[in-house]
Nanobody
Framework: QVQLVESGGGLVQAGGSLRLSCAASGRTFSSYAMGWFRQAPGKEREFVAA????????NYADSAKGRFTISRDNAKNTVYLQLNSLKPEDPAVYYCAADLNGLWPYKFDYWGQGTQVTVSS
């Protein structure tokens, strides 16, 4: 079993930045592919970004490209999502997810509880 705990959400003005963190349990974090997803009220959960187990490969949704950056620190069992230039359409609960096999295409089967991001105009 893997436990994922997100943090770093909050209220920020449009154009501002936040850094989300996700701490993972387990001794083999470096073998997991990790991802971030988000879900806004009344909408389906959507993919935001993913990173390979050693951090060399990243993927982004079109809405995230150029504004968000996913990274990881395997020594700290943590994955990050840097949110820059936040827009009014970005508010959502952001979820961290893990694919224990770490192989493409990723299949995320462990999820955190989410952290709320709110953007004020």
């Amino acid at each position: 079993q893997v436990q994922l705990v997100e943090s770093g959400g909050g209220l920020v003005q449009a154009g501002g930045s936040l850094r989300l963190s996700c701490a993972a349990s387990g001794r083999t974090f470096s073998s997991y592919a990790m991802g971030w997803f988000r879900q806004a009220p009344g909408k389906e959960r959507e993919f935001v970004a993913a990173i390979s187990k050693r951090g060399f490969g990243t993927n982004y949704a079109d809405s995230a490209k150029g504004r968000f950056t996913i990274s990881r620190d395997n020594a700290k069992n943590t994955v990050y999502l840097q949110l820059n230039s936040l827009k009014p359409e970005d508010p959502a609960v952001y979820y961290c997810a893990a694919d224990l096999n770490g192989l493409w295409p990723y299949k995320f089967d462990y999820w955190g509880q989410g952290t709320q991001v709110t953007v004020s105009s």
